[in-house]
């Protein structure tokens, strides 16, 4: 190590630079006899009260440190960049599925609260709750491979046109892939229009066989699909959808969620109300 290089880590007890922080310690009442230290903007590392005179030894642990901490500091901004890039390519890929369906607007950043929402008042984990905000919005991707024009229709769709709206979860599923840290929001796009009761697709699971993301979105969907406006309906108040999700209207029922969940939203409706 260079003699430069130590005299800017070694520091005495006078050393303007390294007075404010003795005078932090000591004011815990540790009496501060010496000090080794590095500051700059990056990172701040100080050690002290040795129990024996300081060496350039104890410069250089102190320095081999700082140079470990600073590799960390930037592997660790790597890693967000990646994570920002992995997060800006599911939010790019969201979009594109609503670019043929486009009164929904917001659906899917809306939906991705909703989901997080249902999934903290469940008691899930952190890391489960963050991962179903984000991967929520791939949920109707497979839309994509839909034709405008059905999308778009103002009236009621055929039998035939139904079927081929009914494809879109396993499009999705296609087009997500098997990417390990997309496994959710294939789940999702895979099983978001099952049925708690066993009535809906695309392979008519039931009950604890629908996994509990599909079942979380299944509840965030219906609500937001209810609450806006589409080319074939006009928008429902919070108060009606909220009666039609918990009393059901004949098309959609309470026994198409799972139960649980269904409190869940009733002791959360006002928060759903309040994002929209």
């Known amino acids: 190590m260079s003699r430069e290089l130590l005299s800017s880590i070694i520091l005495t007890l006078e050393t303007s630079d390294i007075k404010p922080i003795i005078k932090l310690v000591e004011a815990t009442n540790v009496k501060v006899s010496n000090v080794v230290s590095y500051h700059s903007k990056e990172i701040c590392i100080h050690a002290f009260n040795y129990n024996r005179e300081v060496t350039s030894y104890d410069a250089s642990v102190l320095n081999s440190i700082v140079m470990q901490s600073l590799f ?3 592997l660790s901004a790597q890693v967000k960049d990646t994570d920002d890039a992995f997060a800006y390519t599911v939010h790019a890929l969201a979009r594109a599925s609503e670019v043929n369906d486009e009164d929904t607007g917001n659906h899917i950043l809306r939906v991705g609260e909703y989901c997080a929402l249902l999934a903290k008042h469940l008691g899930m984990s952190e890391k489960f709750v963050n991962i179903i905000s984000l991967q929520s919005m791939m949920h109707d991707v497979g839309k994509i491979h839909i034709p405008p024009e059905i999308l778009r229709k103002p009236g009621r769709l055929t039998a035939e046109e139904f079927d081929m709206v009914k494809k879109h979860p396993e499009y999705g599923v ?4 098997d990417h390990v840290r997309l496994t959710m929001a294939k ?4 099983t978001h229009h099952e049925r708690w009761d066993g009535g809906g697709y695309p392979f008519g699971l ?3 066989q629908i996994p509990i993301e599909g079942r979380i979105l299944s509840i965030a969907d219906v609500y937001d699909a209810l609450r806006n406006k589409r080319v074939y309906k006009p928008a429902i108040d919070h108060e009606t959808t909220y009666k039609i999700i918990t ?3 004949g098309r959609t029922m309470p026994e198409h969620f799972d139960p649980q969940l269904l409190n869940t939203f009733k002791n959360t409706a006002s928060q759903f109300g309040d994002i929209l």
């Open 72 to 74: 960390l500091k930037s």
């Open 174 to 177: 296609k087009i997500i892939g």
């Open 187 to 190: 789940t999702i796009a895979l």
């Open 206 to 208: 039931k009950g604890e």
């Open 247 to 249: 009393e059901g209207d």
